[in-house]
């Protein structure tokens, strides 16, 4: 027992010794990975592959580096490990779904870096005189791209620090030292505008390379020099100092190689890199310049024609040459205007922003330009185009439409999405700028929150706004955004339960009242006295609802009536129900409020129904099941008869487009005539001459009256 003990203790040591971490690359306790080596051990000690595995449990213990043991209960606690080519991989093929974001990420932490210098130089007098810039050089022929700034730098420990362990956010880190000495300070304000969050960023550079080099000075050591950062994805990496040519100028900086993978090589030109630049990064507050190559043409002296005599005032022939020069030139030259307060920014800015921003020609109907503050911070700018913007014209929900870009400290993020405002604001063009927003690492996906909850009903309640002042000016204005996007306020009624009433102060519609579009408050302002309801009805065009047999209803008072000629009119105002203190009832219905409901009517449509029996019987019974019901209407006037719907029924207008929507979807059996298994109702004009003379006829044929004898056949097919 004592050697077997002894043995143990032994291979216990042997073990430790053997233990070696997976990388030397990343040195944080969570990235190593121990590796035993139970055939060297077993060898030294004498003992079979067997017998060695209870003496390296013996030695995992004895590690002991991994574990804690609770002397109470003999609870161990363990620390989670990571197979770090593992996690490189997840990180470089599983948070980006988009390759161009390496720019993005690349840039942002250059910009970062120059801003911790521009706060050390202002707070502490470090780097001053060194110019703050981001500079991009495109290598096609080495198949590289290279990003230098002039920023803060890294020293040799902090490129083992942020660099050599995944997910340590030096910005991050940096953000919260400042934090703690404004609080300490007692200011309130943020000092810099630092971008990192997560400290991943910087390995999205593998999405596109397959080497990376880092040559950096710290400025909180220059005195250490340059030194070189280099590694491959999913291995290790190097760190050795530079002299020479290779070294950073100035009291700090960093230049980023990437060597491009096969499949990667566009972006070694410089009209790719221009592109993203300018859609990732166009408002980083530092200069970003990227090398360009220009070729202009002069006018040069034809060397050619030099022999020839020239006449008294006549000049040298000269020829166009082409001159190729290069230089950096500066990529953003465009302003945050949302970042500056509203009072400082003139129309003329307001619009060329739009223009540029949005790729737009047209001129905005109006704007707004707002931010919050409190336990939710960001500053958003909206516009209302002037035309219908011309992605929008075949789909009005299309998708690929990036109405609303979001942006965190003045970097573009995405315009994809939807969960920022709902989809019947999909006209209103704006940029939305917040860092409380719940992006996941990789900054693709918006989570629900209410951080989320909160900005897009900040977005509606202004966006309302927006409609309100359009409104209250009224003329070419109200009644181009009408003409354009009328529709998605009804489609807003429609799904946006919370602000249905508020958006149906702004819907429009035709009506009996003239040729112009009426809103729902001013129809209520040309009520008569004693009208009770809001009247509609629908039909394809203007002069289908002037026919409408259901017309007639109305015509003893002179009430006006809205004209519902799209779908989404007689939707909407069946989902808005009631405005104000008013309902909003559908004339084709058999009882309509406030018409077919008075006490007189109700007693004099008794008799006549009684006196009509037998007429109605006869068509009840030559019509079948295509109507639910015949009955006498004492509210038709010109019209002998019409069909009606009942309580929950739709007007044939609405039974159209769901029949033609579900012939659309594949099924063209469809039988739509209101909810299902509902027909409409026969209702009969008893003061017609054609009904009158129908009924004497009824009558003279006594029993033998037989509904082939007077009922009309159908036109042939």
């Known amino acids: 027992p004592a050697t077997m003990i002894q043995r143990a203790v032994l291979l216990a040591g042997a073990a430790i010794l053997s233990f070696a971490p997976a990388s030397r690359a990343f040195t944080s306790p969570a990235s190593l990975r121990l590796r035993p080596a139970p055939g060297l051990v077993s060898a030294r000690i004498g003992l079979g592959a067997h017998a060695a595995r209870p003496a390296l449990r013996l030695a995992r213990v004895a590690a002991g580096a991994r574990m804690e043991a609770s002397a109470a209960g003999g609870t161990e606690t363990f620390e989670f490990q990571a197979e770090v080519s593992r996690v490189m991989d997840i990180i470089i093929n599983s948070l980006y779904s988009d390759k161009d974001v390496f720019l993005r990420e690349l840039v ?23 110019e703050l810039e981001v500079k991009i050089r495109c290598d096609n022929e080495g198949k590289k791209l290279i990003i230098e700034d002039s920023g803060v730098g890294l020293t040799k420990e902090e490129m083992i620090q942020n660099l050599g362990r995944i997910a340590q956010s030096g910005t991050k880190q940096f953000a919260e030292m400042l934090k703690t000495k404004e609080k300490a300070a007692g200011d309130g304000e943020d000092a810099t505008n630092l971008i990192g969050q997560f400290g991943v960023g910087f390995y999205s550079g593998f999405l596109v390379a397959d080497r990376m080099t880092v040559i950096s000075k710290g400025l909180n050591d220059p005195a250490a020099g340059t030194h070189r950062w280099e590694s491959e994805a999913g291995s290790g990496y190097t760190i050795n100092k530079v002299e020479g040519e290779e070294e950073i100028q100035g009291e700090s900086g960093t230049r980023l190689i990437l060597h491009l993978r096969e ?21 980083v507050n530092f200069p970003i310049k990227v090398w360009t190559t220009k070729t202009t043409y002069e006018q040069v002296p034809d060397e050619d024609a ?29 302003k945050p205007l949302w970042m500056r307060p509203p009072s400082k920014v003139t129309a003329e800015q307001y619009e060329e922003f739009y223009k540029s921003t949005f790729k737009a020609f047209d001129k905005p109907l109006t704007l707004s330009h707002f931010s919050l503050e409190g336990q939710v911070e960001f500053r958003a700018l909206l516009y209302v185009p002037g035309q219908l913007p011309f992605e929008l014209g075949a789909d009005m929900f299309d998708e690929k439409s ?14 994809k999405f939807q969960e920022l405002c709902p989809r019947w604001l999909k006209f209103v063009k704006g940029v939305v700028d917040s860092e409380d927003l719940p992006l996941n690492v990789g900054r693709e996906i918006l989570q629900k929150s209410s951080v989320l909850r909160v900005v897009s009903r900040r977005i509606v309640k202004k966006s309302l706004d927006m409609f309100k002042d359009l409104k209250g000016k009224g003329g070419e204005d109200w ?13 807003g009624i429609i799904e946006d339960q919370e602000n249905r009433e508020e958006i149906g102060e702004y819907v429009a519609f035709r009506s009996s009242a003239g040729e112009d579009l009426t809103t729902l408050d001013g129809y209520v302002e040309r009520m008569k006295e004693g009208q009770k309801c809001i009247y509609f009805v629908s039909g394809d065009s203007r002069s289908q609802c002037e026919m409408s047999p259901a017309m007639d209803k109305v015509k003893e008072n002179g009430y006006e009536v809205l004209y519902c000629t799209e779908p989404l009119d007689e939707l909407t105002l069946l989902e808005l129900k009631t405005f104000g203190e008013k309902e909003i009832a559908d004339l084709s219905k058999d009882n309509v409020q406030g018409i077919d409901d008075a006490e007189d009517k109700k007693e004099k449509k008794e008799e006549m129904q009684k006196d009509f029996t037998k007429v109605l019987e006869f068509l009840q019974k030559t019509l079948g099941a295509k109507v639910s019901k015949a009955e006498v209407s004492i509210s038709l006037s010109d019209s002998p008869a019409m069909l009606a719907q009942g309580e929950y029924g739709m007007s044939p207008q609405m039974q159209k487009y769901m029949k033609a929507r579900a012939t659309a979807m594949g099924d063209a059996s469809a039988d739509v005539a209101g909810p299902i298994g509902q027909a409409s109702v026969l209702q009969i004009n008893a003061e017609h001459p054609i009904v009158k003379s129908l009924k004497a006829e009824i009558e003279a044929a006594g029993e033998d009256a037989e509904p082939s004898d007077k009922a009309q056949p159908p036109p042939p097919p």
């Open 402 to 415: 990036g109405n609303m870009r979001l942006y965190v400290k003045r970097v573009f993020i995405n315009d």
């Open 306 to 334: 030099k022999d020839e005599e020239l006449e008294e005032g006549e000049t040298p022939k000269m020829k166009t040459v082409p001159k190729t020069t290069e230089e950096y030139e500066v990529q953003n030259s465009q």
């Open 108 to 130: 942002s932490n250059a910009a970062d870096a120059c801003d911790k210098k521009r706060f050390l130089a202002v707070s502490e007098g470090k780097g001053a005189g060194d």
């Open 479 to 491: 009644l181009t955004f009408q003409t354009n996007f009328g529709k998605y306020l009804k489609v």
């Open 263 to 283: 499949d990667a090589e566009g972006y070694a030109q410089d009209f790719k890199i221009k592109q993203l630049v300018q859609r990732y990064s166009e408002f």
